[in-house]
T-cell receptor, first 112, second 116 residues
């Protein structure tokens, strides 16, 4: 079983809708959780990170974390066609040097 | 704002040749990470360095080696290249002077390595 699980999608939503991306992780010691957006052939771009249970909002993006359920999600409000990309969930352990463990990513398609 | 710089952006090599990838972290970032991403796959951690010392090691083949220099740039050396080494290689950097668990990693544009 992969340490970080995501539905590969594609997740298709119409323009203006809310896109909901989910991620589960297996290591209960994980401390920090990151969402990256990656366009095909490009590098991962950091969208948000969260480390406390609850919600964290930044513009159209909201990250949600539930450590008891080992679950983290990303909501994208007012989805735009330019949001179409692969969204990677990444998890990091306790220390400052810890590697990121990525999920396989969810491909999001936003149709005009 | 300055970003992570990687060179070269594209590299074509023959089997059994060697390759050197370079990474220049964001100014004042002291930690460098190397990731490998194969087609359709998620990035896989290879190795990281903090203050010129190896800080973590992942699934890096013995044919690969890396180091971080006094100016914090890092080089990934790959020898006896195989067809399966064809991938995108990303470098990321972070600053560890802030509360340790939350240091975001910022990725460079990557080097696309093709082994023929």
């Amino acid at each position: 079983q992969k340490e970080v699980e995501q539905n590969s999608g594609p997740l298709s939503v119409p323009e203006g809708a809310i896109a909901s991306l989910n991620c589960t992780y297996s290591d209960r010691g994980s401390q920090s959780f990151f969402w990256y957006r990656q366009y095909s052939g490009k590098s991962p771009e950091l969208i948000m990170f969260i480390y406390s249970n609850g919600d964290k909002e930044d513009g159209r993006f909201t990250a949600q974390l539930n450590k008891a359920s080992q679950y983290v999600s990303l909501l994208i409000r007012d989805s735009q066609p330019s949001d179409s990309a692969t969204y990677l969930c990444a998890v990091k352990g306790e220390t400052g040097f810890q590697k990121l463990v990525f999920g396989t990513g969810t491909r999001l398609l936003v149709s005009p | 704002a300055a970003g992570v710089i990687q060179s070269p952006r594209h590299l074509i090599k023959e089997k059994r040749e060697t390759a050197t990838l370079k990474c220049y972290p964001i100014p004042r970032h002291d930690t460098v990470y190397w990731y490998q991403q194969g087609p359709g796959q998620d990035p896989q951690f290879l190795i990281s360095f903090y203050e010129k010392m190896q800080s973590d090691k992942g699934s890096i083949p013995d044919r690969f080696s890396a180091q971080q220099f006094s100016d914090y740039h890092s080089e990934l050396n790959m020898s006896s290249l195989e067809l399966g080494d064809s991938a995108l290689y990303f470098c990321a950097s972070s600053a560890t002077g802030v509360p340790s668990s939350y240091n975001e990693q910022f990725f460079g544009p990557g080097t696309r390595l093709t082994v023929l």
